[in-house]
């Protein structure tokens, strides 16, 4: 059995391949084997991850980007859109409110909770109090936690590289993704041993070597250990952490 050792926690709950209903952990805790790899906690999205795939961070939603908010103290714990959004209570609960533009642009705030809302202003509530003071000239973006709501790796990006499902995982159930140290993943075309891998633009959650002659300019996942043909399960030195 892998020795999973937690970098924050002296315990870890919940085993390399177990699929859980329930989260043990918190959404995008970071562990270590004892050979090098390491593992980021996620919750699958609506559809089951596979193993040895590439995953991806919950897509972007673009009407919860550059939202206009209230005026905002430095000290405050909350910010209220004057923007309206659609949301279920707490779906960015963990995640993260990044501001955009204008005054306070450049900090970020971890969001604790919220309301539900229907085409409506929302108050979020922070875990870290505002560094500067915002205005209603400010504009705001929400963030779910990267590894809240993964998705099988899509070939059209709309969000980042989260890691390698190590299993497969129930819909919307909690498990590890692996995002360090030797790990299977997809081969989408030839791959040569020693060369990078960015994620396939043809075969979703598979990797690919730029050498294809693609003009997509993908970040890269790792770095070959073997060498290995489309549709195969190569071995790679995941860099994803």
């Given at each position: 059995m892998t020795d999973l050792t937690g970098t924050g926690p002296a315990v870890v709950g919940q085993g390399l391949f177990v699929d859980s209903s329930t989260a043990v952990h918190n959404i995008g805790e970071l562990v270590h084997?004892?050979?090098?790899?390491?593992?980021?906690y996620c919750q699958a999205g609506a559809v089951a991850l596979a193993a040895g795939k590439l995953q991806q961070s919950s897509a972007?939603?673009?009407?919860?980007?550059?939202?206009?908010?209230?005026?905002?103290?430095?000290?405050?714990?909350?910010?209220?859109t004057t923007g309206t959004v659609t949301v279920t209570a707490n779906q960015y609960a963990g995640g993260f409110v990044g501001v955009a533009d204008d005054a306070g642009e450049g900090f970020y705030y971890k969001i604790s909770g919220?309301?539900?809302?229907?085409?409506?202003?929302?108050?979020l509530d922070l875990e870290d109090e505002i560094q500067v003071a915002l205005t209603t000239s400010t504009t705001i973006d929400l963030i779910k936690n990267p590894y809240?709501?993964?998705?099988?790796?899509?070939?059209?990006?709309?969000?980042?590289?989260?890691?390698?499902?190590?299993?497969?995982?129930t819909a919307a159930h909690f498990g590890w993704l692996q995002v360090s140290g030797p790990c299977s993943v997809l081969a989408d075309d030839t791959?040569?041993?020693?060369?990078?891998?960015?994620?396939?633009?043809?075969?979703?959650?598979?990797?690919?070597?730029?050498?294809?002659?693609?003009?997509?300019?993908?970040v890269v996942v790792g770095?070959?250990?073997?060498?290995?043909?489309?549709?195969?399960?190569a071995?790679?030195?995941?860099?994803?952490?």
């Open positions: 084997s004892n050979d090098g790899r390491a593992f980021r972007q939603d673009t009407g919860d980007h550059n939202l206009a908010i209230a005026a905002a103290a430095a000290g405050a714990t909350q910010i209220v919220h309301a539900a809302a229907a085409g409506a202003v929302v108050t809240a709501g993964v998705i099988i790796n899509p070939t059209t990006v709309s969000s980042a590289p989260a890691g390698v499902a190590v299993q497969a995982l791959i040569g041993v020693g060369l990078d891998v960015v994620a396939s633009a043809t075969v979703a959650g598979a990797v690919e070597v730029t050498a294809d002659g693609a003009p997509e300019i993908m770095t070959a250990l073997v060498a290995a043909t489309s549709a195969e399960y071995m790679v030195n995941l860099r994803l952490i």
